[in-house]
């Protein structure tokens, strides 16, 4: 794979961030409305709980930007210290540690952007793995999405909402 430009990387990151921190406004939604009492739900017996693929989801999506951010790939990670207790600390952990993340790629340079990492049998540029990250938490975010109807809860707007702001 050639290397991509130095104003494709930036132009790339630019598109990815943006579209990033709206899928992360709609993952706190979704994660919000899993209910506390229900946090133990599977729909099927080898299943992850409602919390276990919460967790998974906000949990992965900060490494794994973090780990864009340091030039490195690496999922395998300590137990989080300060993991949350409640659906409610979990979209604050969230939204807190994406924010950070978002940043610290925000602030890489075009060299930083071009730099091939090797992950499992990838080796591409850092930027080009945002696309793999967005598209992980889209995948794993819609299957919780169908754990909340049986769990009692609502499945918030995920793209309407989007679509209805861009009207007005």
Known sequence: MSVPTSEFVLGYRAMMLDGL?????????????????????????????????????????????????????????????????????LVVWYDRNMKRGLDRVRALSAAQLQTPIPFVTFNFP???????????????????????????SKVPSIYLAIAVSAWK
């Open 21 to 89: 921190a709206r899928e992360v406004a709609i993952t706190k939604r979704v994660l919000a409305a899993v209910p506390d009492g229900k946090r133990d739900y599977k729909p099927y017996p080898h299943a992850r709980t409602a919390w276990e693929l919460a967790w998974h989801i906000a949990s992965t999506d900060v490494h794994f930007l973090n780990s864009i951010a340091d030039l490195k790939l690496d999922m395998t990670r300590a137990a989080e210290a300060d993991k949350p207790k409640t659906v409610a600390e």
């Open 126 to 152: 850092a930027a080009f793995y945002l696309g793999l990250l967005n598209n992980h938490s889209i995948h794993h975010r819609g299957e919780l999405t169908t754990y909340l109807c049986p769990m009692g």
